[in-house]
Structures are given as structure tokens and as C-alpha cells.
């Protein structure tokens, strides 16, 4: 690793030849059957078993993983704890890993979840930001990134429905507001840059709007962009190319449940499989699109 997020994110992008990451977003309804019989009532643990396997099947594939805290916390402090070992066995299985956290606050409270996400050898490499708050409610993740060489993706458009209808609200010269977000991230990421062209300060674009992506595409071009919305929440991997440059650079796409479920359309062959799989399919997807 460089010490650098956005460089050695592109590094292991390209190393991999996947522009991708599974997100981890273990619900445990949705754990394979033999798994939920094994721990019973033990639902950490059964979670814990899942995201391991899910893991080690994934790392030989794609560059990273992001896992979504919340599917943790819903578990309380086992759940809490069993986030922060996620995120170090990826770590230790050479996957860069993005904790989506979706903090947002302001001063001393903002510092304190900078602190929490980002600092510590069970913190992961860059997290999600809310940055509706303003400039002072990410200078703290900033700063704590800058000092571990870690990263920070901001809410800029989101991919659900309904974020249009406050991301599209415009002032008086008929700006939106998710584009006067893209400029405040592009400002705030522009002392962060690495050797890649890219700074360790990103954003998250959704792929469900291809059209302001490309827009967004030119107004962050030291950005690297977060991409939800391919498989389950419908965008295809030509929605997800609007985020890149014209090289196959400065985004990575997420996938979680088209991925970490793949084994309910494939109930013939071992669930490890067919998340490996889906894994491999989705990087050669993105890729034939991308590249």
C-alpha cells in the first residue's frame, strides 16, 4: 500500500481488472439455511460464519468490499464488534475495504465519528460521509483521513427514488443542489490528491442517473466515484460507465445483494459458489462496459 486511498484503490482496480466491490449487507433472513441451522438462536455468530465465507470467496475477484454497518448494529454490540472484525479480516485478505457508515454531524460530534471510523487497525481503509451538513461536518474525516492516508466518499446523487427530490432543488439561477454539493466536494478534495490524479476525497454517485453522472463526471474530475444501484436497485453496467473516464478510471461500482444472495437463483450448486460467481460475472460485466 502506498498510504495513499485513491492511489492504491486504483491500483488494485486495475491489478484486478474489476472496477468493482460486494457489498456486504448481511441480512440473516437471507443466510443460507444450513448456516442459520448451525447457530440457532446465535445470530452474530451465524453472520460472522456468512461474511467470512462471503469474504475469502470474493478477495481472489474484486478489489474491495463495503460493508454496510447497518446490518450490523441491528445486532447491537456483538454486531458492533463484529463490523470492526470484518473489516479487518478483508483488510488481511488484501482487500481494500469502505466502511458505508453515512455519518453525518458537526463539530466535536463529527470529529468523534472521524476518530471512531477511520482511526485504528480495525478501521477501515475510507468510509461514506453525509455532507449535507456542510464544510465543517467533513473537515474532520478529512483531516483524520489525510492522517492514515485513508478516504472519505460524500453523498452527492444518491440512487433511491426519492433523493431527487431534494438533490434536485434549485436556487434562484436554477443550480441543484447535488450539483452545488459536487462543487463543495471537489473544492474540499483538492489538497488530497495522489499520483493517480485522484484525491482520497470521493463521491458517491448513483447509477440509476446516468445522465447527471456524466454531468458530475466533469465537475469531479479528481473524484473517485462510488457507484450504487447496478443489479437489485436496476441500473445496468452501461448506467454504471457514465461514471468513469474515458480510460476506465475514477469509479468503482458497488453490488451487494445481486452478489451475497446469488445463491437463492442458484439453488443447485453451493451457495460459496454461487456468490463467487456472481462476483466474477459482475466484474466482467462492469468491465466489458468500462474498458
Not at 491500483?11 to 442459520?36: E, M, N
Not at 446516468?210 to 441500473?235: K, N, T
Not at 448506467?239 to 445481486?258: E, H, L, M, W, Y
Request: hydrophobic share 45%.
Amino acid at each position: 500500500m502506498s498510504g495513499h486511498f485513491a492511489d492504491d484503490l486504483t491500483a488494485a482496480i486495475t491489478d484486478k481488472h474489476a472496477p468493482v466491490c460486494v457489498g456486504l449487507d448481511p441480512s440473516y433472513d437471507r443466510l443460507p439455511v444450513s448456516i442459520r441451522e448451525k447457530f440457532g438462536d446465535d445470530r452474530a455468530g451465524a453472520i460472522r460464519e456468512f461474511c467470512t465465507e462471503v469474504i475469502h470467496a470474493v478477495a481472489p475477484i474484486v478489489p474491495a468490499v463495503k460493508p454496510q454497518i447497518a446490518y450490523f448494529e441491528v445486532h447491537h454490540a456483538p454486531g458492533v464488534e463484529l463490523y470492526f472484525d470484518m473489516v479487518a479480516l478483508a483488510r488481511a485478505a488484501g482487500l481494500i475495504v469502505i466502511g458505508d457508515i453515512k455519518r453525518g454531524d458537526i463539530g466535536s460530534t463529527a470529529r468523534a465519528y472521524a476518530r471512531a471510523h477511520l482511526s485504528g487497525e480495525k478501521c477501515p481503509d475510507a468510509v461514506t460521509v453525509n455532507g449535507y451538513l456542510g464544510a465543517d461536518g467533513l473537515e474532520p474525516f478529512i483531516e483524520e483521513g489525510n492522517a492514515g492516508g485513508k478516504g472519505i466518499f460524500v453523498l452527492v446523487r444518491t440512487s433511491n427514488p426519492s433523493g431527487a427530490t431534494v438533490q434536485d432543488f434549485a436556487d434562484a439561477s436554477g443550480r441543484k443542489l447535488y450539483q452545488h454539493m459536487a462543487a463543495q466536494v471537489a473544492a474540499l478534495g483538492q489538497d488530497s490528491v495522489g499520483s493517480s490524479g485522484y484525491s482520497r476525497v470521493g463521491a458517491v454517485v448513483g447509477a440509476t442517473y446516468p445522465d447527471e453522472a456524466r454531468e458530475l463526471r466533469s465537475m469531479m474530475p479528481e473524484q473517485i466515484f462510488l457507484v450504487p444501484g447496478y443489479g437489485a436497485q436496476g441500473a445496468s453496467a452501461a448506467d454504471c460507465a457514465a461514471s468513469f473516464k474515458p480510460d476506465g478510471t475514477g469509479a468503482i461500482v458497488n453490488a451487494s445483494r445481486s452478489v451475497i444472495y446469488a445463491f437463492d437463483k442458484n439453488p443447485d450448486i453451493d451457495w460459496r459458489q454461487a456468490i463467487r460467481q456472481a462476483a466474477s460475472d459482475l466484474a466482467a460485466d462492469i468491465a466489458s462496459a468500462v474498458f
